[in-house]
């Protein structure tokens, strides 16, 4: 008889393939107009072609096209939108906050294959009435210059910039190995900008060897 249990298989990860009829001509498009990273072609006459955005990475077989479908999690859908939109690229669903908690959006690559790319939307949730008390601060002059860049960035006051940030170290994640950060990877990517930007020279830690 039979064995019934599948076995406990690790897979670290899933390219899906989908079906084109010219392989260059895909790469193109997908380079130039979706924005991805050629991987690799093989082949010759070339029959394959990976494709990367970020560290995912699908890939294109040559093949009778048939209307596939993938979704894409990034870190900004809009921005990507931007550039594919920018391109002439097919919009299929325009972007918008869906009830699943992504904002997103749908285009279609000259074969049929229907393309998703969304970002998560955080879970706001109802309003929390408050009541703000002064308290005066004195920050570290290029660190101040920073968190007033970076408020006006995220289109929020320095003072629920503050709140944000506080809020989201007093958690702690990762088997209370670390805690949480407030900031997608293209704000930290952003963050690293401003730091040059205003000389932030020093680490983590140098607060506890700050002198006046």
Same mark, same amino acid.
């Given at each position: 008889?039979?064995?019934?249990?599948? &076995?406990?298989? =690790?897979?670290?990860?899933?390219?899906?393939?989908?079906?084109?009829?010219?392989? &260059?001509?895909?790469?193109?498009?997908?380079?130039?107009?979706?924005?991805?990273?050629?991987?690799?072609?093989?082949? =010759?006459?070339?029959?394959?072609?990976?494709? #990367?955005? /970020? +560290?995912?990475?699908?890939?294109?077989?040559?093949?009778?096209?048939?209307?596939?479908?993938?979704? $894409? !999690? !990034?870190?900004?859908?809009?921005?990507? $939108?931007?550039?594919?939109?920018?391109?002439?690229? *097919?919009?299929?669903?325009? &972007?918008? =906050?869906?009830?699943?908690?992504?904002?997103?959006?749908?285009?279609? =690559?000259?074969?049929? #294959? *229907?393309? +998703?790319?969304?970002?998560?939307?955080?879970?706001?949730?109802?309003?929390?009435?408050?009541?703000? !008390?002064?308290?005066?601060?004195?920050?570290?002059?290029?660190?101040?210059?920073?968190?007033?860049?970076?408020?006006?960035?995220? /289109?929020?006051?320095?003072? +629920?910039?503050? *709140?944000?940030?506080?809020? %989201?170290?007093?958690?702690?994640?990762?088997?209370?190995? /670390?805690?949480?950060?407030?900031?997608?990877?293209?704000?930290?990517?952003?963050?690293? *900008?401003?730091?040059?930007? %205003?000389?932030?020279?020093?680490?983590?830690?140098?607060?506890?060897?700050?002198?006046?």
């Amino acid at each position: 008889m039979p064995d019934q249990t599948p &076995p406990n298989i =690790d897979c670290d990860r899933l390219h899906p393939l989908l079906l084109v009829s010219d392989i &260059p001509a895909a790469v193109d498009f997908y380079t130039n107009k979706l924005g991805f990273a050629h991987g690799f072609t093989w082949g =010759d006459p070339p029959e394959m072609a990976g494709m #990367n955005l /970020g +560290s995912v990475s699908i890939h294109l077989y040559k093949g009778e096209p048939k209307g596939n479908y993938v979704y $894409f !999690v !990034v870190g900004d859908a809009d921005a990507l $939108f931007e550039f594919q939109r920018s391109n002439g690229v *097919e919009v299929v669903v325009t &972007p918008d =906050d869906r009830d699943y908690e992504l904002h997103d959006y749908r285009v279609k =690559d000259p074969w049929g #294959n *229907e393309l +998703s790319f969304g970002h998560y939307i955080p879970p706001i949730g109802p309003p929390i009435k408050i009541e703000r !008390v002064d308290m005066p601060v004195r920050l570290e002059k290029r660190l101040a210059a920073l968190l007033k860049d970076l408020a006006e960035h995220k /289109g929020m006051s320095i003072d +629920s910039c503050l *709140e944000e940030t506080l809020l %989201h170290t007093f958690e702690v994640v990762g088997n209370d190995v /670390g805690v949480a950060s407030p900031h997608t990877k293209k704000t930290h990517q952003y963050i690293q *900008e401003l730091k040059k930007k %205003h000389g932030i020279d020093y680490d983590t830690h140098a607060s506890y060897r700050f002198e006046e």
